[in-house]
């Protein structure tokens, strides 16, 4: 599944899930734009800590590629145009979109404000939207445009929140909508959704919850950036160029689990 030579925009990629899916991408030979509000890799408290280097310093070190961090906020229009033209005339074009970066909010509907609702709304959903409308006219021009979305599993399930569970479901079908419209350009637009995976995001989790988890987890793991990095890596190549508007559980079976 080489991407030799392709150029790849990974967002929310110095942590977590996008940096592990910025690590397989440059592993099979794709320059990667990492795409996030901050540089720093942020820590797991609970699990293995992350390597310190940012994830642009680490991936030419490991496999050789070209990389380069761009500091964004993709709700941001403004930001995000600057990121995509930024990618474009350092690397000539772009072939490969990862929307990654997410936002939780654990709080109850009853008490939740409307500007926390807004955010997460803001960021995970419309920053989606926002980085695919500005990434279609040069993944059109590439011989093998693909957008992946990350999703969540929570897409179809309760119990991340209502803005968080909101917006991922609306991933799924954004992708479905973004699929047949882009299919006669040939560009593929697939979403994985994860489920329990050691990022820092599960920072906010306290130990009963991260063992409630687990236990709901049929495999006898949780899920590791690794095992979502894989899936998309896999929705990036040339070996999935007939496959568009699909949805890929990454959840160790969490999603068909009995509760």
Do not use: C
């Not at 993709?74 to 145009?81: H, I, L």
């Not at 047949?180 to 820092?200: F, K, R």
Request: aromatic share 4%; proline share 4%.
């Amino acid at each position: 599944m080489s991407l030799q030579d392709r150029t790849a925009i990974v967002t929310g990629a110095s942590s977590g899930i996008g940096r592990g899916v910025a690590d397989r991408l440059a592993e099979a030979g794709a320059n990667v734009v990492v795409a996030d509000v901050r540089r720093e890799p942020k820590q797991i408290e609970h699990y293995e800590r992350e390597d310190d280097r940012p994830t642009d310093e680490m991936l030419p070190d490991e496999h050789g590629v070209e990389a380069r961090y761009v500091e964004t906020d993709v709700s941001d229009e403004d930001a995000v145009a600057a990121l995509v033209e930024a990618t474009v005339e350092t690397f000539g074009g772009l072939d490969v979109l990862v929307n990654n970066a997410g936002i939780q909010v654990l709080e109850s509907t009853a008490e939740m404000t409307r500007e926390q609702w807004q955010r997460v709304i803001d960021v995970n959903l419309t920053g989606t939207f926002l980085l695919s409308k500005h990434a279609i006219p040069h993944l059109t021009a590439s011989d093998q445009g693909r957008i992946v979305n990350v999703s969540s599993v929570n897409a179809y399930i309760g119990g991340a929140g209502a803005p968080y569970s909101a917006s991922k479901a609306g991933i799924v079908n954004l992708t479905r909508d973004l699929a047949l419209e882009l299919a006669e350009d040939e560009v593929t637009v697939n979403t994985v959704l994860p489920g329990v995976i050691q990022t820092p995001m599960q920072n906010q989790n306290d130990e009963a919850t991260r063992e409630r988890q687990a236990e709901k987890t049929p495999l006898p793991r949780v899920g590791e950036p690794r095992d979502v990095a894989n899936a998309v890596r896999f929705f990036a190549s040339e070996d999935a160029e007939w496959i568009t508007g699909a949805e890929l559980l990454v959840d160790g079976g969490y999603s068909i689990g009995g509760y």
